[in-house]
């Protein structure tokens, strides 16, 4: 085999275990604690990543590697005025430094192959969580923040759980529409991801996955054939919405009144944050009366440090510790990504999927944290996936993406 080929090959396989790694981890130390000491086993084979990868640097610096690489030069520089705690620091710098190697690595080498490989991954896993968190709310009868199904049982994970659903249901739309996947399988991921969050009550999810749906809607409702695919596309959502709606009202009935007063949601939003510091407000909170209105803190932050571990959402983290200038740097280089794969999203599927991605990651900045943890792999993984043109057209030709 052809060295070249063979470090491609053997680049994606590590890749792909950290996915699984992610995937399964959190569901084995719920039985299993003491597998704890192997907790930094991705981090290690990053560490190789970076080695085998190396030669790529040669080829000068592109902009989609610069906007990530100033926003973690960025978050070093801020230790400096930071409070010195290094737990901290090093806890939350590690899922900086991996979402810029995973990002960089994937965009270099991840292949067709491999992306189906990751995909028929998620959904083999998708299929334990499903009967993992039926099994924790139902027989278990724990509390819903901790029916996480794989990502386990002994933290408030419903972050990472919403994520991995409504990533999931954002390639299951992108892929029937493109005619890469059958009815069947859209609806297994579909529905299989809003029973999950039925069971563990994650509502904004519902939320997110209306909003992913009209974004995909505005780039694919172009002719007949596809405005009646995605007719029948409607249907079938507005159906898995209702069953998830069931089990909402017979698991959680006197939760379902977040959904429609404004009042209720007003009050529940707060649930779990720092003083006042809820999803609507983190960053009002922190100006008032993190920063107290002081302008260069609000600019710089406090430094990357425990500051950040007061907050409970993505964004409140970020402010907190890095000011406008970080936000921006993460935020503009977001867009920059946005925008170029809104460029080729009407030809390519994986173009339409990571602009769908960043939109989401925008989004769950102030509904979860789920940015910045174990599903950085995940995330940024599939932030890789536009260097793969397999055009929309091409697909409809030769028939489902296997």
Known sequence: MNFKIYKTDLINKIMIFQLAWILFY???YSYYPSIAVFTYIPDILNIILIICSFERTKYGIKI??????????????????????MYFIVASFRRYVTAMIVYFVSTEYITEKYLNKGI???????????FATGYQNLVLKLHPDFCN??????????AMQGMFCSIISAIAMVYYIDKKWSKFKMIYAL?????ICAFSEIKA???????????????RCNNSKLRKKISSFIVIGVLLLYIAYKILERVFPENLATFFDLSHYMLYEKYGAHGGAGRLNSIQYIYNDVFKKNIFETLIGQGLGSVENEFVYTIGKLFVSFGVIGVMLLLGWVLYLFFKCMKKAKESSENLIEA????????SSFLWNSLFTQMTYI???????????????QAKGNGELK
């Not at 999810?205 to 780039?219: D, W």
């Not at 996936?385 to 929309?392: A, D, G, Q, R, T």
């Open 26 to 28: 959190g569901l084995a």
């Open 64 to 85: 989609r590697y610069l906007g990530i690489a100033m926003f973690v030069g960025y978050a070093f520089l801020s230790i400096l005025w930071g409070d010195m705690n």
């Open 120 to 130: 028929n991954l998620f959904l083999f896993a998708l299929g334990i969580d499903v």
């Open 149 to 158: 199904g794989i990502f386990g049982t002994y933290g408030y994970n419903n």
């Open 191 to 195: 529905g299989t991801s809003c029973v």
């Open 205 to 219: 999810f519902y939320i997110l996955i209306i909003t992913l749906f009209v974004i995909v809607l505005l780039f």
């Open 356 to 363: 769908v991605i960043l939109v989401m990651i925008v989004i």
């Open 379 to 393: 995330i940024f993984w599939l932030l890789g996936i536009n260097n793969i043109n397999l055009s929309v057209m």
